[in-house]
């Protein structure tokens, strides 16, 4: 198994663009997590899919962030308009089995706002 | 709810020497825990992982965690540490979702 696949490693783009980051899960794995990491405030739960279904969305920072999953294999994180402050670490983890067994991260998409 | 602490953001050690890295849980019904550890510009490898089995339990590189309910704690140990031990740690508490702790930066003296 390839692992959990993220893309683009990493991403530089202009203050005021939308911005979007891909992460393809385990198959088979039924749960999928986005996480952010900062110095600043270290990993972050921003939102995680069961069955496709966002399940909780509570760490999402704003409205210029949203997250989908089109289906079981593909899921979209996307920040539209970007800002210097989203400059951190991006990653995508999923899981069989919710929370339980542990998940597997993918290798993160470090973005950089200018 | 659930939550973790760790309770040292930095911690060093000699090379050779047994390091301690100290985590404490708050959950409400019987966790599931969890260390991960991260090198630098790198991902995030599961350690090891406690889920209502032993409470001693082993993980990969000559780690090891015991889970104390009476203290609340899942510290992770090591006997001697090695240079490519240096790195950041995780505590983790789980059910549906994974809390990290701040994680613990391990340093690693020759």
């Known amino acids: 198994d390839a692992g959990v696949i993220q893309s683009p490693r990493h991403e530089v783009t202009e203050m005021g663009q939308e911005v979007t980051l891909r992460c393809k899960p385990i198959s088979g794995h039924d749960y999928l997590f986005w996480y952010r990491q900062t110095m600043m405030r270290g990993l972050e739960l921003l939102i995680y899919?069961?069955?496709?279904?966002?399940?909780?969305d509570s760490g999402m920072p704003e409205d210029r962030f949203s997250a989908k999953m089109p289906n079981a294999s593909f899921s979209t994180l996307k920040i539209q308009p970007s800002e210097p402050r989203d400059s951190a670490v991006y990653f995508c983890?999923?899981?069989?089995?919710?929370?339980?067994?542990?998940?597997?991260f993918g290798s993160g998409t470090r973005l950089t706002v200018v | 709810a659930q939550s973790v602490t760790q309770l040292d953001s930095h911690v060093s050690v000699s090379e050779g020497t047994p390091v301690l890295l100290r985590c404490n849980y708050s959950?409400?019904?019987?966790?599931?825990l969890f260390w991960y550890v991260q090198h630098p510009n790198k991902g995030l490898q599961l350690l090891l992982k406690y889920t209502s089995a032993a409470t001693l339990v082993k993980g990969i590189n000559g780690f090891e965690a015991e889970f104390k309910k009476s203290e609340t704690s899942f510290h992770l140990t090591k006997p001697s540490a090695h240079m490519s031990d240096a790195a950041e740690y995780f505590c983790v508490v789980s059910r549906n979702d994974m809390r990290f702790g701040a994680g613990t930066r391990l340093t690693v003296k020759p």
């Open positions: 899919f069961n069955n496709n279904v966002p399940i909780d």
């Open positions: 983890a999923s899981s069989g089995t919710g929370g339980g067994y542990g998940y597997t």
């Open positions: 959950s409400s019904y019987s966790p599931s």
